[in-house]
């Protein structure tokens, strides 16, 4: 049967934008779009006979399925067939040389053996949500048990691996006149973006041909898993994620409920949607795997820094490992010419890992930026002073320059709006009333890279602008800023402007992760923008019926929409549309491509990232062992901000979500079978608007040519690295209790020395 395959539908700025362009605070122009209902999420999609999946997840953390007894469900009313391990039929494995990427390479339902709790053991299809459910649920699963570990204490034989080393940092260390050595933790966190992960497969026997609805922060990369792993040509798989409910980088990589959704696809004939359930969200599609860090620091007793050690250890499940790269930052944060990092992964009988809003860097940072805070302390120096101190004239790393790095003025900045001169530096000396105030600051780093992406501009006889690029929007403004560098390079408002993206059919675009998305676009859509323009100015020189006919095309000019003789104001021109209708050409097509900037001429030379830096208050009122944050101001220095509008919202975001991995956030197991024990909204604590403090950002918006012509460098993940230990020194400020396990809980709190609690 062949399925009607709906076009994926561009959209484009429902106001008349009064200011278009680069570094102009416009509305997303998706928001029209959600807010009224219109927008279409990957769930929200159904066809003409689509069954419904919900899987069967195993129950013991580590084993093997002896039995499984479908018998009772596959007689219930409106179940089509039962899937196992012995009828899901061929998945293939990828190839690791062939540049895609999954987090869970195994595919579901291989084989009977069990390696985490929440493994897929089994997959219902039936007409209605309400029937597979309860099929599910009535399959009867028998296993072997074998010993698993879950514990959250990491230790390794293993040889870990050096991610940074120069000088002779434990020799400095053990003479050093000032040391720190302390151990820090961050536990599992859970993706919980409100879009549950959702798939809905179709599938053509004809063609041979896959459409896959997704919700995927990378439809290019989803789309080479998918063919790969279900063994079809690419060119017969097309990924559609119009819009996101967002991501956090649980969306990233491809999970094992696409692959089920489509294989059900394929052998029934039928559409097949698939929608995992909250909990399922806790196992099924990765999360920030725990971290245990010791940190050393070694300095003279002026606050200089001699040497910085940093070695993690952090969780991975049996079959994977997803690196979590702790030492991103450290290793160019500071100046100090003694350093090594190191990093090893510890196998756990749980889920896989995968990137969580800043990898690496977030947790890294809490452990970094913890010691620094200590450090002041030790030393009676003012945390941002000791900051300033070690601020480093280059990138002792790969030894080079950095390309634009403004931590200092970041600092200072912070500082001055805070009001960082107020602070007395005794602990639990700031009262309010009742209430204790603590101050805390903390510096932050990400990285700034490129990716390759293709685009394409089409400027049509109806004067529209089109773009398109298999980038996707996973609700960060993608869609808006895109919009905005159509319209800064030729001029025409963003009104006219259309975009279409989230579809694999378009060409290739980046993935939206590492903070990469926005900056990987600039070339390419610049670059389609202009051969589009020049384009119109050659068919201005040399079609018959044009009014420049005759004109070189080097003497033409595009500005504002109009096409001019160079000479004179493009007020005496014509719109480029009348142009092409006189042609009688629908449009052309400028195309763009551009390389990841690693590959960019000279990339090893230079250092190019985002800082930032966090002060943070918090209230302790230590008669109710109640703390909150209550006031954030964040600088960031992430290059050129094309949208403060939608930039502004990414960083008060991330800023919220590192408030919930300071107090709240964290995953449980339960020691017995590896239960993820609080996998639901309720028992997951994350920040709620009662948590959610007076958030000022600033941007220092100093552009970055060196990543790409507009200088912006992206600002998904920045936001959030380094708040945690900015909340912990403010902690620590206000009760004197230096909390190096996160969350902060309150039992940490109830130790706080009776001299702070009243
Ligand atoms: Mo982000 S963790 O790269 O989606």
């Not at 605070?25 to 959600?34: F, M, N, Q, S, T």
């Not at 949500?129 to 649920?137: H, K, L, M, R, T």
């Not at 079978?673 to 100093?702: C, E, Q, R, W």
């Amino acid at each position: 049967m062949t399925v009607p395959v709906p076009l994926s539908a561009p959209i484009q700025s429902q106001t008349p934008a009064i200011q278009t362009g680069v570094g102009a605070a416009v509305p997303r122009i998706d928001g029209p779009l959600k807010v009224t209902g219109r927008a279409r999420y990957t769930s929200d999609r159904r066809f003409p006979d689509m069954l419904i999946g919900v899987p069967v997840c195993a129950t013991i953390a580590h084993g093997v399925i002896r039995s499984i007894d479908t018998a009772a469900a596959a007689a219930m009313p409106g179940v089509h067939v039962i899937y196992t391990h012995d009828n899901i039929g061929r998945f293939y494995h990828i190839n690791p040389g062939s540049g895609v990427k999954t987090d869970e390479k195994r595919p579901p339902l291989e084989d009977a053996t069990i390696r985490y709790y929440g493994q897929y053991v089994a997959l219902v299809m039936a007409d209605t949500f309400e029937q597979a459910s309860a099929a599910a649920a009535a399959i009867r699963v028998d296993y072997r048990q074998d010993p698993h570990e879950v514990g959250k204490h990491l230790a390794t034989d293993a040889q870990p691996k050096t991610d940074s080393e120069r000088g002779d940092p434990a020799a400095i260390f053990a003479t050093a006149p000032v040391r720190i050595d302390e151990t820090y933790t961050t536990p599992v966190e859970t993706h919980n973006p409100i879009e549950l992960h959702a798939s809905v497969a179709l599938y053509d026997g004809a063609t041979r041909s896959f459409t896959l609805y997704e919700t995927s922060q990378a439809i290019v990369n989803h789309r080479g898993v998918m063919s790969q792993m279900l063994g079809v040509p690419v060119e017969n798989m097309r990924i559609i994620t119009e819009y996101l409910g967002s991501g956090f980088g649980g969306k990233l990589w491809p999970w094992g409920h696409s692959l089920l959704a489509a294989q059900a696809a394929r052998h029934l004939r039928r559409p097949v949607k698939l929608v995992i359930s909250r909990a399922m969200m806790f196992h099924n599609v990765g999360h920030r795997t725990n971290t245990q860090q010791r940190v050393r620091v070694a300095a003279t007793n002026a606050g200089k820094l001699l040497s910085l050690q940093q070695d993690y250890l952090f969780h991975v499940a049996q079959m994977e490992a997803s690196v979590e790269h702790c030492g991103e930052a450290t290793a160019y944060l500071y100046d100090t010419e003694h350093l090594r990092v190191t990093g090893a992964p510890v196998k756990r009988h749980i889920a896989p890992n995968t990137s969580m809003r800043g990898p690496g860097a977030v947790p890294g940072l809490f452990a970094t930026e913890s010691a620094m805070d200590e450090l002041a302390v030790r030393l009676n120096i003012d945390p941002v002073q000791l900051r300033l101190l070690n601020e480093p004239a280059s990138d002792q790393s790969i030894s080079a320059p950095f390309s634009s790095r403004h931590l200092r003025e970041a600092l200072l900045t912070g500082a001055s709006r805070f009001g960082w001169e107020r602070r007395n530096p005794q602990v639990g000396s700031m009262q309010d009333g009742d209430e204790i105030l603590g101050w805390g600051v903390a510096a932050c780093s990400w990285m700034a890279k490129r990716l390759g992406a293709e685009a394409t501009v089409t400027l049509g006889s109806d004067g529209a602008a089109r773009v398109s690029s298999a980038v996707q929007d996973i609700g960060t403004g993608t869609y808006t800023v895109v919009s905005q560098m159509v319209a800064q390079a030729t001029g025409i408002p963003m009104a006219k402007v259309i975009v279409a993206i989230g579809d694999t059919r378009l060409p290739p675009g980046p993935m939206s992760g590492g903070s990469m998305a926005t900056a990987s676009m600039v070339p390419a859509v610049a670059q389609a923008a202009r051969s589009a323009m020049q384009q119109v100015l050659a068919v201005a020189s040399q079609h018959e019926r044009s009014p420049f006919r005759g004109v070189g095309a080097d003497a033409l000019a595009f500005t504002d929409g109009q096409v001019h003789r160079r000479d004179q104001a493009s007020r005496s021109g014509v719109p480029f549309a009348e142009i092409l209708a006189a042609a009688q050409l629908s449009g052309v097509d400028g195309k763009g491509k551009s390389g990841p900037s690693g590959e960019d001429p000279g990339a090893k030379n230079i250092s190019i990232h985002s800082y930032g830096a966090h002060f943070v208050e918090v209230r302790w009122q230590p008669d109710i062992a109640r703390l909150r944050v209550s006031r954030v101001v964040t600088v960031i220095d992430a290059g050129r901000i094309i949208n403060p509008r939608t930039g502004r919202n990414q960083i008060e975001g991330a800023v919220l979500m590192g408030i919930g991995m300071a107090l709240f956030e964290q995953t449980r197991y339960d020691a017995r079978n590896g239960k993820p024990v609080n996998n639901n909204l309720a028992d997951y604590v994350m920040p709620t608007h009662a948590d959610s403090p007076d958030i000022d950002v600033v941007f220092l918006d100093y552009p970055d040519t060196a990543l790409d012509e507009l200088g912006a460098r992206g600002i998904g993940e920045i936001g959030i690295a380094g708040l945690a230990p900015a909340v912990t020194a403010a902690v620590y400020h206000a009760t004197g209790m230096r909390v190096r396990n996160l969350p902060v809980d309150i039992e940490d709190l109830l130790k706080v020395p009776y001299r702070y609690r009243a």
